[in-house]
C-alpha cells in the first residue's frame, strides 16, 4: 500500500511539477514552501521600509514599487533562508580572520557581496545626481582598510542598508541600460538578470541570460531548473494579480523623467 501511494505521488509530482529549465515560482514554492514564506515575509519587510520612508520624501525624490523592488531579490531572500545558518557562521569566521576573503562571501537576505557595494559604491559616488540621493552609502568605494571592509559589513548586515544598495542598484541598471520608459516586465527581467549575473555584460547577453536556468545552485548544476529573473518576474505578477492593478499601470520608480 505505502508504495503504491509513493509512486503515485511521485506520478503526480511528475505531471504536475515537470523537471525542466524554466521552472515557475508556484512550482519551487511547492517544493520548498518554508523557503518561500521567508522570502514573503522579507518581502513585507522591505514594503514596511519603504512606506516609512514615503513619510519623508522629499519633492521630485523618487517613490518605489515595493513590488518591483522585492521581485529584483525574490529569489535570493528564498535561497537565503536555504543557506542562512552556513552564511552567517561564515561571516563570523572571515570576520575573525581580518581577511580580504570577505569580499566574496555573500552577506543578508538579499545576499549582497561586499564587492557588490563596492562597485555599487563607486557607481553612486561618479552620479552627482546619485550621490546626492544615497548620500548614505556614498563611501567611493574605498576598500583599502580594515576598518573600511568591517564597516561596510555591518552596513550589510541591516536590511535597511540593503535596501539602500538595492535601490541603488535599481536605478544604476536604469540608467546603464536606458529602461526608463521600457515595458515594466522588461525592466525587471534585465535588473534581476543584472542583480544576479553582474552589471558588466552586454544588454544582449543579459537578455540571453535572463533565460538560463542558474538557480539555486547556479548555472552548471543539474539542480538549477528556474532561472532567477523567472522567479523574480513570476513574483511581480503574482503581487500585481493578488492586488487587482495592472502591470502595465505600475511604475518601479516614479520619477518626473520616467514621466515624460
Known amino acids: 500500500m505505502k508504495k503504491n501511494f509513493l509512486a503515485a505521488a511521485a506520478v503526480f509530482l511528475a505531471v504536475s511539477f515537470p523537471a525542466h529549465p524554466q521552472g515557475t515560482l508556484s512550482e519551487y514554492a511547492f517544493l520548498h514552501p518554508s523557503e518561500y514564506q521567508q522570502a514573503l515575509d522579507y518581502s513585507d519587510e522591505i514594503s514596511t521600509l519603504l512606506e516609512k520612508r514615503r513619510e519623508t520624501l522629499s519633492e521630485g525624490e523618487p517613490d518605489y514599487d515595493s513590488d518591483f523592488v522585492s521581485a529584483v531579490v525574490f529569489p535570493e531572500m528564498m535561497r537565503y533562508s536555504q543557506f542562512s545558518d552556513a552564511i552567517e557562521a561564515k561571516i563570523d569566521q572571515l570576520l575573525h580572520s581580518f581577511s580580504r576573503q570577505l569580499n566574496t562571501c555573500s552577506i543578508g537576505p538579499m545576499q549582497m557581496k561586499p564587492v557588490f557595494a563596492v ?43 540593503q535596501l539602500d544598495y538595492l535601490l541603488a542598484f535599481i536605478e544604476i541598471c536604469r540608467k546603464k541600460w536606458n529602461l526608463g520608459g521600457k515595458p515594466l516586465e522588461y525592466q525587471l527581467l534585465i535588473t534581476a538578470t543584472a542583480y544576479n549575473w553582474g552589471t558588466s555584460r552586454s544588454i544582449e547577453e543579459l537578455e540571453r541570460l535572463s533565460r538560463t536556468p542558474s538557480f539555486p545552485k547556479g548555472s552548471g548544476s543539474s539542480k538549477s531548473h528556474w532561472a532567477y529573473a523567472s522567479l523574480a518576474t513570476d513574483f511581480y505578477r503574482q503581487k500585481q494579480m493578488n492586488s487587482g492593478v495592472r502591470a502595465e499601470d505600475r511604475i518601479p520608480v516614479i ?3 520616467m514621466q515624460k
Open 119 to 161: 562597485e555599487t559604491e563607486k557607481a553612486i559616488h561618479a552620479d552627482p545626481e546619485l550621490a546626492e540621493r544615497f548620500s548614505k552609502i556614498d563611501f567611493s568605494g574605498d576598500d583599502t582598510t580594515w576598518n573600511q571592509r568591517m564597516e561596510r559589513i555591518k552596513r550589510l548586515r541591516s536590511l535597511d542598508s
Open 255 to 257: 520619477t518626473k523623467e
